[in-house]
């Protein structure tokens, strides 16, 4: 494999076949053969060794043969280990198909994100990917707008998009949707929820509101919570008081589920099937879970991603977090589109737009006029200690 160009920098001051087919899948042939989250089956995340090539900090070379991307994560701070498994993700999928067509360079957005922005401005890149943070988001875009540089966000906050901002993150609207209307096919009729308290909150419920209504379901009971026992208790009670439901969504982390469903199986939802969001799939604690146990939620599909995370782990000697994929599949679609985009001038960012969409490590995906990665899903089942796919993600996309 050739030598990865992966730069450290830190923050100062006519329809065609679907895109993803040709890089995504040569990169992931490679991952077969070679071989903030907790990762799946990792204890706590340490200072990862550092990517292939670093360079002095300073001005980047002059290049006139690699398109310049910048890769924008924290680094150090509180949310470095989710960051540098990014980066580490970003620099194998350049060793995959290359290193021939990109420069990525890292910017370190603990410091600051905005200064990290203009930072990658002044070095001359073309396209930010990133950052992984909304709040981080909300003050970059402006910044990068201005200088018609687009932003593949990492992050899953769909308020975000738009003008030049790309939501590349799993977000939790199109894990309910699929959840609700796979449990309407399975006989579930009446819904309830416990949703957390905060904007997350808010918009998770008329999405999951919406979901019920659009699949020809009833709403009996949603509560919500700020996450103190003393507010899950009261929450379950008043769910308690609504009578009877077929299935209860519990739309927050894993940890939280693992905490509120043995509440709910001693007041009343003894039978109700629990459903959960793709967040279950960041934690394997759900698998050990006895109150868990049939609960059903929507993710993408981990199987192209159990090959990602073992060249993964004989590079970096630990797991990878989940997200981690994310910088991955960012950099194949890049080195796709690279294919067709002269180097030194602006992104085609109108090639985003493509209905046949992407593809990598978490599976099939496409940007919507709202700039929201669409992606393919499955509902899989929380067994004992393993899951099982009920609904494997549709083939293609609808029209």
Same mark, same amino acid.
């Given at each position: 494999?050739?030598?990865?160009?992966?730069?450290?920098?830190?923050?100062?001051?006519?329809?065609?076949?679907?895109?993803?087919?040709?890089?995504?899948?040569?990169?992931?042939?490679?991952?077969?053969?070679?071989?903030?989250?907790?990762?799946?089956?990792?204890?706590?995340?340490?200072?990862?060794?550092?990517?292939?090539?670093?360079?002095?900090?300073?001005?980047?070379?002059?290049?006139?043969?690699?398109?310049?991307?910048?890769?924008?994560?924290?680094?150090?701070?509180?949310?470095?280990?989710?960051?540098?498994?990014?980066?580490?993700?970003?620099?194998?999928?350049?060793?995959?198909?290359?290193?021939?067509?990109?420069?990525?360079?890292?910017?370190?957005?603990?410091?600051?994100?905005?200064?990290?922005?203009?930072?990658?401005?002044?070095?001359?890149?073309?396209?930010?990917?990133?950052?992984?943070?909304?709040?981080?988001?909300?003050?970059?875009?402006?910044?990068?707008?201005?200088?018609?540089?687009?932003?593949?966000?990492?992050?899953?906050?769909?308020?975000?998009?738009?003008?030049?901002?790309?939501?590349?993150?799993?977000?939790?609207?199109?894990?309910?949707?699929?959840?609700?209307?796979?449990?309407?096919?399975?006989?579930?009729?009446?819904?309830?929820?416990?949703?957390?308290?905060?904007?997350?909150?808010?918009?998770?419920?008329?999405?999951?509101?919406? $979901?019920?209504?659009? !699949?020809?379901?009833?709403? %009996? =009971?949603?509560?919500? @919570?700020?996450?103190? *026992? +003393?507010?899950?208790? &009261?929450?379950?009670?008043?769910?308690?008081?609504?009578?009877?439901?077929?299935?209860?969504?519990?739309?927050?982390?894993?940890?939280?589920?693992?905490?509120?469903?043995?509440?709910?199986?001693?007041?009343?939802?003894?039978?109700?099937?629990?459903?959960?969001?793709?967040?279950?799939?960041?934690?394997?604690?759900?698998?050990?879970?006895? $109150?868990?146990?049939? !609960?059903?939620?929507?993710? %993408? =599909?981990?199987?192209? @991603?159990?090959?990602? *995370? +073992?060249?993964?782990? &004989?590079?970096?000697?630990?797991?990878?977090?989940?997200?981690?994929?994310?910088?991955?599949?960012?950099?194949?679609?890049?080195?796709?589109?690279?294919?067709?985009?002269?180097?030194?001038?602006?992104?085609?960012?109108?090639?985003?737009?493509?209905?046949?969409?992407?593809?990598?490590?978490?599976?099939?995906?496409?940007?919507?006029?709202?700039?929201?990665?669409?992606?393919?899903?499955?509902?899989?089942?929380?067994?004992?200690?393993?899951?099982?796919?009920?609904?494997?993600?549709?083939?293609?996309?609808?029209?």
């Amino acid at each position: 494999m050739a030598e990865a160009v992966l730069t450290l920098q830190p923050a100062n001051g006519n329809r065609r076949s679907p895109l993803w087919r040709l890089p995504a899948l040569c990169a992931l042939a490679m991952v077969s053969a070679c071989q903030s989250v907790i990762p799946k089956g990792a204890g706590v995340e340490q200072a990862p060794p550092p990517p292939v090539v670093v360079k002095p900090v300073g001005d980047l070379p002059e290049d006139q043969q690699r398109h310049r991307i910048a890769l924008l994560v924290p680094i150090t701070g509180a949310d470095a280990g989710v960051g540098q498994a990014i980066a580490n993700a970003a620099n194998l999928a350049v060793l995959d198909t290359g290193g021939k067509a990109i420069r990525v360079t890292t910017y370190d957005t603990a410091p600051g994100a905005a200064a990290a922005a203009q930072k990658a401005l002044a070095d001359g890149n073309k396209l930010i990917l990133g950052p992984l943070l909304a709040g981080d988001v909300t003050a970059i875009a402006p910044i990068a707008r201005r200088a018609g540089v687009p932003l593949l966000s990492f992050s899953n906050d769909a308020s975000v998009a738009g003008e030049g901002t790309y939501v590349l993150g799993f977000t939790p609207a199109q894990s309910i949707e699929r959840v609700v209307a796979f449990a309407r096919t399975r006989g579930v009729d009446s819904f309830a929820a416990l949703i957390p308290n905060g904007v997350y909150g808010r918009r998770t419920s008329t999405v999951f509101l919406r $979901a019920v209504e659009t !699949a020809g379901g009833r709403v %009996v =009971s949603l509560q919500n @919570y700020d996450r103190s *026992s +003393a507010s899950m208790n &009261a929450a379950v009670a008043r769910l308690q008081k609504a009578g009877g439901y077929d299935a209860l969504m519990i739309a927050d982390s894993g940890s939280v589920a693992i905490t509120l469903a043995p509440l709910v199986r001693a007041r009343g939802g003894a039978t109700a099937r629990i459903l959960g969001t793709e967040l279950w799939n960041t934690e394997a604690r759900v698998l050990g879970a006895p $109150a868990l146990r049939g !609960a059903w939620f929507a993710s %993408v =599909s981990d199987g192209l @991603y159990s090959q990602f *995370s +073992a060249k993964y782990r &004989a590079r970096y000697a630990k797991a990878p977090y989940r997200l981690s994929s994310l910088g991955y599949d960012a950099v194949l679609l890049v080195v796709r589109v690279a294919r067709d985009w002269k180097v030194g001038s602006a992104f085609p960012a109108r090639a985003l737009a493509d209905s046949g969409g992407f593809g990598g490590v978490d599976g099939a995906f496409r940007f919507g006029k709202d700039n929201v990665a669409e992606r393919m899903l499955e509902v899989q089942q929380i067994d004992a200690g393993k899951l099982t796919i009920l609904s494997p993600a549709p083939k293609a996309f609808a029209k």
